[in-house]
């Protein structure tokens, strides 16, 4: 890493640390100083184009490695990703305004997570074998698909970005990865660790830029036959016109408008902890985080008192102080989004049960940051344009219901299917609600609790395929099928 805290410049990772070929930079502003603390390259379509190359060359080497020998390398850096935690969850915590205690304690350790579960993943795996009778016998190879193009959002950084190069590269891939250029900074990093922990040069290649140029570039390649996408919806439609006639494997994971679900008989006690982070964790800049809340009518008001008083204690400051709760949103033009949807609820007819502006007193460190209370909206009914828009911010609604069906029905009004997050203590009701409701992923009494075998992503708006376990190492393989027939 070059330069100090606040002069940090980020590099290239495409062969060895390079700068970009354009010579541009773009600023990196820390979200809960408004301080510039360094500068990313602006990628070219030359850098892409170098990258692509170098990956390519060095897929027949990688691919050619066992899975024990590619496993050992993520395991080195997933060691070093440890032995660097502090200073990684220092570098999100700046770069994306998120509790430096949220990087560390979570985000930080699940990127070496990842690395090691993929690597040991990869050692453990078996192919299908199918027995023909007298006929004869099947079985299948997969094999790696070659150059895995990884793009990034901004909100979890390093989390997702090796969310996808792990599986990518433990199945034998070469990979270009594009993190957001909104919050480079560990990505930075990481491409010096895995120099350290011994990835040949071109096996991950690392670049920085906008995606209008980088990313667009590296999905109208033509040698990156893969394509996994994390971001907005909006995006991943560019994206998919561009790869389907091209007839790129493409795995999309988009944005959400995730509705908790409280039934007249849940542990209230219980839940508001779980709902509180539901909503606001990482200032709602989660893509599974809840955005609307549908509660039993019969349970409102004692729901809405705990929940209001629960929200009231959250405190926003600091990311580096380890009471905070909530950081600043990721920048001020985001911030200036959010801010305009609540208006918007607001003109409406959304009622503010809590929060709605940018909150008061602030330590003097982060008097300029991109802050914003927790709000509460209430008195919108499922139409509004806000329980329709994904806002990505720490902004929700609460809406009651008379009966479990209208929960469903609302829970599935939306053109998104993510995540949704369902509170009862009858287990019956459960299992016929999760089957009913429109999502990729439902957490019955919690909210995040994740294994890595299990798929993640969603249906309809919210993107298409699965990430995770199976369907990851599925994804960045090619099966053959072959069969040999018995003679005689
Ligand atoms: P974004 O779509 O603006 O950007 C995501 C990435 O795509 C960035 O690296 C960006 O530079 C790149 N990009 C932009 N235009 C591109 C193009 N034309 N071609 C290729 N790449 C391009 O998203 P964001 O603002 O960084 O992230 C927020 C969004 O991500 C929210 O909608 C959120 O719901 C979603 N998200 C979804 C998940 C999920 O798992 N479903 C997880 C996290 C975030």
Redesign the pocket.
Known sequence: MSGTETDITVRQLIGGMVDSTSGETIPVVDPATGDRVGVVPKGSTDDVDRAVALAVEAFPIWSGCSAHERAAVLHRLADLIDSHGDELARLESIDQGKPFSLARDLEIPRAAANLRFFADAVRQTQSEFFDLGTQGLNYTLRRPRGVAAC??????PLY?MTWKFAPALATGNTVVA?????TPLTAHHVAELAVEAGLPPGVLNIVHG???I???R??EHPKTPTIT????????A??ASVAAPMFKRTSL????KNAIVVCEDADLEAAMPVIVRACFQNSGQ??TCGSRILVHRERLKGFMSRFLESVAALKVGDPLDPETDLGPLVSESHRATVESAIARAVSEGGTLAHGGGRPGALPDRVQGGFFLEPTVLMGLDQGSDTNQH?I?GPVVTVQGFDHHGEAVARANATRYG?ACSLWTRDLERAHRMAARIDAGMIWVNSWMLRDLRTP???MKD??VGREGGEDALRFFTEPRSVTIAHRG
């Open positions: 793009i990034s959002p901004w909100n979890l997702l594009k993190p957001s250029e909104v906008v995606g209008d980088v990313g667009r590296l999905v996408f994390t971001g907005g919806t909006g995006t991943g560019a994206i994971e988009l944005g959400g989660i893509c994904e990505f993510l993640f992503g969603g919210s993107g």
